[in-house]
């Protein structure tokens, strides 16, 4: 009789044990320990419950929220973030059992998102490397307890999900190597000029397309098994679950796995921005994309990837608050075949620095790259006007890139001169030009920057 009682009360102790653990709020998956949430915000807070349970969160900064869950569990409330800062804070929820998240900070948050240029580690990969590496490993410490990354695992879904495998990160030199490079970057520029925390949320995988990260619904419908069954699968697992985390922005790095499907780029990303910004529920989230490098794609088409870098360009025209970096000066002569350019530390600043100068109000700072504005054909001349060169360019003679053509449509290297804050081009070959190219093709390198040292977009004039 003594054993059964015994075993009785274990069982019951263990009952009463599951039922507890089960009982504890469970938070959404970016929701948990060294996390960093958006300064000055309300921010947003969900998870699951016991169905109608009651949800209290208390904070450390002492502000507090209450919330009732559904009928399912589902719980979500909204708390008000202070000022940024270094100092770690914590946050209690309950529902009946406490669970307390620690050692969160209070600063700047951004999702970074793409395929593998964007997802390529600070070590690289094998025959892939990122410049500077061991340096930037070794200087990692000066970040502790200033930047936190957050990478979501891999997750491939047919629909949408709510949870996905993510954790946060503290930088030191123990554990950046395989962090997303672009992203390190970018967050280490703005702590340099911002001065307080960076939170990066880091949602990549290589080769992916941008139906991929696309909701199903805002893509046109396709017969294509193949086509199909690559539709929505990484919105669905590595975009979805983050939904509502109160974020700063974006930034995005892909259009490679695009470039045979150029002429639809345009549309796709701009409904893939606007579905995204909807979804988040914080406005026109800025969004900062990434000009894919210079490289030789197979095919018989000579331009196509110049095609898409056009297509990235409109995109930023299109939309509010969408800006893209130029990087036709950041690949070496010997990455000609190399799709993974190991230059990203330029790639992060310069995103950073469209964020502190659209966001943060460092307005002095060269953010912009030169782009073709208009032209006009005197005699044998053509005459070319750009924005954002209001200064000048940064050389007088020995520009590369540079092609032009008369009616026949040959095109053929071509002099220039600077003439103020325009260029003027010709070629001997050509007594009629009737039209200018500018890195214009699948692989070509440029020399040209404004006084910022920010590189020309490639550009056609005859679109």
Request: glycine share 6%; proline share 5%; aromatic share 12%.
């Amino acid at each position: 009789m003594k054993t059964i009682m015994k075993k009785v009360l274990f069982f019951a102790a263990l009952l009463s044990l599951t039922f507890r653990l089960e009982a504890k709020v469970k938070p959404a998956s970016l929701i948990g320990d060294g996390m960093v949430l958006q300064q000055q915000s309300e921010v947003r807070l969900w998870g699951w419950a016991k169905p109608n349970a009651t949800v209290r969160l208390t904070t450390s900064w002492k502000a507090k929220a209450t919330t009732k869950a559904d009928n399912e569990g589902r719980w979500e409330l909204w708390v008000k973030t202070p000022v940024a800062s270094f100092a770690s804070q914590e946050l209690t929820l309950s529902d009946g059992e406490k669970l307390t998240i620690r050692d969160v900070l209070i600063g700047e948050v951004w999702v970074g998102s793409g395929q593998s240029n964007m997802e390529m580690c600070l070590v690289g990969r094998p025959n892939r490397t990122i410049e500077y590496a061991n340096r930037e490993l070794l200087q990692a410490n000066r970040f502790k307890g200033m930047l936190r990354m957050a990478t979501v695992a891999h997750n491939e879904q047919k629909v949408p999900v709510d949870s996905v495998k993510v954790q946060w990160q503290d930088c030191s030199t123990q554990v950046v190597a395989p962090w997303n490079a672009v992203c390190y970057f970018f967050a280490t520029t703005l702590i340099e000029a911002l001065q307080c925390p960076v939170g990066m949320i880091s949602t990549c995988w290589g080769g992916t397309s941008v139906e991929s990260w696309s909701p199903k619904e805002v893509l046109p419908p396709v017969t294509d098994a193949k086509k199909q069954a690559d539709y929505a699968v990484r919105y669905n697992g590595m975009i979805h679950p983050l939904e509502g985390y109160t974020i700063r922005g974006f930034i995005w790095y892909q259009g490679e796995a695009n470039v045979s499907r150029h002429a639809q780029y345009a549309n796709m990303l701009s409904e893939m921005i606007t579905s995204w910004r909807q979804r988040w529920k914080q406005g026109p989230l800025p969004f900062y994309q990434v000009e894919i490098a210079p490289y030789i794609y197979d095919g018989a088409e000579k331009n196509r990837a110049a095609l898409l870098r056009e297509a990235q360009l409109e995109v930023s025209h299109r939309l509010e608050k969408v800006g893209i970096v130029c990087t036709n000066d950041l690949v070496k002569d010997f990455e000609l075949r190399q799709i993974h350019p190991m230059m990203k530390r330029e790639i992060g600043e310069r995103l950073a620095y469209l964020a502190l100068n659209n966001d943060y109000g460092f307005k002095g700072l060269y953010a912009f790259s030169p782009e073709y504005k208009s032209m006009e054909v005197k005699g044998k001349e053509i005459v070319l006007n750009f924005t954002h060169a209001e200064k000048g360019f940064n050389r007088f003679e020995g520009f590369k890139g540079f092609e032009v053509s008369g009616v026949d449509r040959k095109f053929y290297p071509a002099e220039v001169r600077v003439e103020g804050t325009r260029l003027v081009v010709s070629s001997p070959k050509v007594e009629a030009p009737v039209a200018v190219h500018y890195c214009f093709k699948n692989w070509q390198l440029g020399n040209t920057t404004n006084v910022g040292g920010m590189p020309l977009f490639p550009f056609r004039t005859d679109k």
